[in-house]
């Protein structure tokens, strides 16, 4: 567990807590304050009441008072009453002046007048025996003892005056108390009468009445209603205490079950951030105002921004404003923040965030809306740094469409570009041009120099292409040695008409360039090499109208560029398709000649151009296939180095020769014979084994037999083909550099090939007499050799100006149809026989 954890545990306890104390505290005061409104409202009650128990005595007091002054004012205005003389009643002293005090009725009976203050205190005094009640008349002067005033209504007397009314209170009297109340006696007109004497004069108070009404039967009632009343306000304390008690006990259970809630909570919180934390994936919530809610430490991590920067700023405004195609987003279109208004979810594959650095980090994400209940409130955002991955994808796609020795375009990545180029062709109505380019002489250098040098030939073929093709052409390899070009030629308005013939003449072009580039030698490791090419082209849509077809007749094509003699270009022609067909044909054939034995030699031979004599013959094979017919060499031996069968037909050619020569020797023709060397052949290891074996079957010594190598062949020979040459060299077997003149042999390569002579090329030969170009080259040839200390021999000669001039140039050696055409071995002995010169072979 984290110290945040532990800390906001404690801080979850210590809120527990404190919300417990509140509880009780606030449990107390409602408590208190229940207790005190009861206690008021019993209080004001019981003031009430007694207010009650006071008005009701008032209300009796106040009667009896009533009663009396009625009685008192009837007996003042009667003059008195008349009563019987008895022992309680005398007759009155004060009363002695007045004639009638006494009398004595008709019947005897003896009657006094009675005083009517007098009678009324009579009245009174009976009454408060009867009923407990007082009713006093009292004065500060009284006239009798019984009118004395106690303390309380002397007190009272002393502070009335002529306005006072009444005044009322409850004091205790006769030891309970009682409702005492007191109203002044005013002196009236009519009560001069009798107190007139007594200096009264009107509106004087002459004293009071006092009334004084016991109050227990009144506090009786109210007790009992007190009682009730008292009960039921018990009754409802209680009802609220066990009320408050209820909802406090409800309330700490609320409190616990919250409690437990928050502590369920910040265990699940504590785990999500653990499991948050822990994620690798970045996570970011943003609220419905689309502002940064939370980031997990990936997500800080890879953004680079520390949260609390982040924190409340907009996701898009921050981190999120390019389109994942880098252009900046308006807000309103962030797909991300579009999940606000959709409600759903959204995700991308293939997004970016700016960092902390505003560079653009690559990502995936998924976006998802946040609910409370029906409405969104705003989102989270899961994704992952995805440039590891991008840039493998970008790695491997680039490797699915370069080739990984050129870095060119591979084969894909071209037909993917031909099928665009032909769409927007087919779109905009021009042409396109596809060029088949495939290196002559590749193989060849490959086998004899290695690997190494022939990769980094092809990076050196591969850059000068590249050098030489511009936008929006495109060269990619196909493989192997063969390269291929898309030419988009920009063709200008005036030349629409024309379309055609002006993407012939720009392909044309571009192949002559590519041709020429080639010329120059290549260089690798200090040593020289030189490569030739073929390139075929075909047009859109003049030739084909897909891309299977504009390659296939490229390729057609460029077979016919071969077979014109290599190094050079051939637009395709409708009937190649026949001629790829008869190349098919020719290959089964040549495999069928091999066993049907349908090959033979023929031999030409070779002169001394002074007196014609023949000197030796050069071997020369021939097919006459029964599928195919009479085929050229010219024709098949190129076919044969390309599928290999030019090995066995090439041992054939030895050992025929061979045993040709040993039947020669046996009818005592000493006759050497040259035999023709595919550079394949020259390649092989087995080399030597095979001409010595041939020489050992026919049991001829190796003297006799001369071997015939191109130039082209010995131009990139490695060191071992030279040590071959060599030892078979060194063995007595003569060796001829064919077709010298062609290949472009540096003088020092040829000081150290250990060759005896020079075979002019017959292409010199023919333009000896008429070009002095060609005059001049076969003149240095043959100083040349001299020079070297070889033998200078011309081959094709034709012409008897020709056979002159090289003789008067000085050239000893020579073959052609003027002496003979190549002919079957027995036309050769005939000849021999016949003396062996030239100008007896029959025309
Ligand atoms: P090459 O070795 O230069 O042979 C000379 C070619 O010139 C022969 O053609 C020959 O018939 C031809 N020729 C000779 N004198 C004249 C002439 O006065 N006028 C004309 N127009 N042509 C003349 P061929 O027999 O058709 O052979 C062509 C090439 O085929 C040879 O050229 C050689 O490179 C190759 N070849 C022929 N036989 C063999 C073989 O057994 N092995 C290999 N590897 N190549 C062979
Ligand atoms: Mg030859
Ligand atoms: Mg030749």
Redo the contacts with the bound molecule.
């Keep these: 567990m984290t110290p945040a954890t532990t800390e906001s545990k404690a801080d979850l306890q210590s809120g527990f807590a404190s919300a417990l104390e509140s509880l009780r505290k606030y449990t107390l005061i409602a408590i208190v304050a229940w207790t005190l409104m009861i206690a008021g409202i019993f209080t004001w009650t019981i003031y009430d009441q007694r207010n009650r128990e006071f008005a009701t005595a008032l209300g009796v007091a106040r009667a009896y008072f009533q009663k009396d002054q009625s009685v008192r004012q009837w007996g003042a205005t009667q003059g008195g009453v008349y009563v019987k003389i008895s022992e309680h009643t005398q007759p009155n002293p004060h009363l002695k002046n007045l004639p009638h005090r006494d009398v004595t009725t008709d019947a005897d009976q003896k009657l006094t007048l009675m005083n009517p203050a007098y009678m009324i205190r009579q009245i009174n005094e009976r009454f408060s025996r009867m009923h407990n009640d007082y009713i006093h008349i009292t004065s500060l002067n009284p006239l009798h003892d019984e009118n004395e005033p106690d303390d309380w209504e002397r007190s009272i007397l002393k502070t009335f005056t002529k306005e006072s009314d009444e005044f009322a209170q409850i004091v205790g009297f006769r030891g309970q108390p009682s409702l005492r109340m007191m109203r002044p006696m005013v002196t009236k007109q009519r009560c001069l009468k009798c107190h007139e004497q007594h200096g009264y004069k009107v509106g004087d108070i002459r004293g009071g009445v006092s009334i004084a009404i016991p109050m227990a039967p009144y506090r009786r009632d109210s007790s009992e209603q007190l009682l009730l009343i008292g009960t039921t306000h018990g009754g409802i304390w209680v009802c609220g205490l066990l009320g408050i008690g209820f909802y406090t006990r409800r309330a700490r259970r609320h409190l616990e079950d919250r409690q437990q809630s928050i502590q369920s909570l910040a265990k699940a919180n504590s785990y999500n951030r653990s499991v948050i934390g822990a994620l690798g994936e970045g996570l970011l919530g943003f609220d419905a105002m689309g502002r940064l809610t939370f980031l997990n430490p990936a997500a800080v991590h890879l953004l680079g921004w520390k949260e609390h920067e982040l924190l409340g700023k907009s996701i898009h405004g921050f981190i999120h404003y390019l389109k994942d195609n880098g252009e900046p987003c308006r807000e309103d279109e962030c797909p991300m923040l579009g999940v606000l208004h959709s409600g759903e979810s959204h995700s991308s594959r293939d997004d970016q965030f700016m960092n902390r650095d505003r560079i653009a980090l690559p990502i995936s994400y998924i976006a998802t809306p946040l609910f409370e209940q029906t409405r969104v409130v705003g989102g989270v955002v899961a994704f992952q740094d995805i440039s590891e991955q991008k840039q493998s994808l970008q790695r491997i796609e680039y490797l699915a469409h370069h080739d990984s020795l050129t870095d060119l375009p591979n084969r894909v990545a071209f037909l993917e570009a031909v099928d665009n180029a032909l769409a927007n062709a087919r779109r905009y109505g021009h042409g396109l041009a596809l060029l088949f380019l495939d290196l002559d002489n590749f193989g060849v250098i490959n086998d004899s120099a290695g690997h190494t040098t022939g990769d980094e030939l092809l990076r050196q073929v591969a850059k000068r292409l590249r050098h030489e093709i511009r936008q929006p052409d495109l060269v990619a390899r196909q493989g192997g040695d063969e390269f291929l070009i898309l030419m988009v030629p920009v063709i200008k308005e005036k030349e629409k008409e024309d379309i055609t013939r002006q993407l012939a003449l720009n392909a044309t072009g571009l192949a002559q360039r590519v041709l020429d580039v080639m010329h120059d030698p290549f260089l690798v490791e200090g040593s020289t090499y030189y490569i030739k090419a073929s390139i075929g082209i075909s047009l859109f849509p003049e030739d084909a109208n897909d891309r299977v077809e504009l390659l296939k007749n490229a390729d057609a094509a460029m077979y016919t560029a071969k077979g014109d003699g290599r190094d050079t270009y051939a637009l395709y022609a409708g009937d190649l398709a026949q001629r790829i067909q008869h190349r098919h044909m020719l290959e089964t054939g040549l495999n069928q000649a091999l066993i049907k034995q349908e090959f033979r030699l023929v031999y ?1 031979p070779i002169v001394d151009l002074n007196d014609g004599k023949i000197l030796a013959v ?4 021939r097919l006459r296939s029964a599928t195919l017919g009479d085929v ?3 024709e098949f ?1 190129p076919v044969a180095e390309e599928c290999g069968l ?1 090995l066995p037909i ?1 041992r054939w ?1 030895l050992q025929t020769a061979c045993r040709q020569m040993a039947q020669w020797f046996g009818m005592g023709m000493e006759l050497r014979v040259a ?4 550079t394949l052949q020259l390649q092989r290891e087995d080399l030597e084994s095979s001409v010595l074996q041939a020489l050992e079957d026919a049991q001829i010594p190796a003297s006799m037999l001369v071997l ?1 190598i ?1 130039e082209g062949a010995t131009l990139h020979a490695s060191p071992v083909v030279i040590e071959r040459l060599q030892r078979l060299h060194d063995l007595g077997i003569g060796l001829s550099l ?2 010298f003149g062609t290949g472009y042999s540096s003088l020092s390569r040829l000081k150290n090939l250990p060759v005896d002579t020079l075979k002019i090329d ?1 292409s010199f030969v023919d333009g000896v007499v008429t070009e002095q170009d060609d005059e001049q080259i076969v003149l240095t040839t043959i100083e040349l050799a001299k020079n070297l200390n070889k033998r200078a021999l011309a ?4 012409s008897r100006e020709q056979w002159q001039c090289l003789l008067r140039n000085g050239c000893q050696r020579g ?4 002496f003979s ?2 002919v079957e071995a027995v036309v050769i002995e005939e000849l021999v026989r016949n003396g062996g010169h030239w100008n007896q072979i029959p025309s």
């Design positions: 030409q050069e071997a020369l094979l050229s060499p010219v031996i030019i090439g050619v035999v023709n060397l595919s015939e191109t064919d077709d017959k081959e094709g000669i034709e073959q052609g149809y003027f055409r190549p």
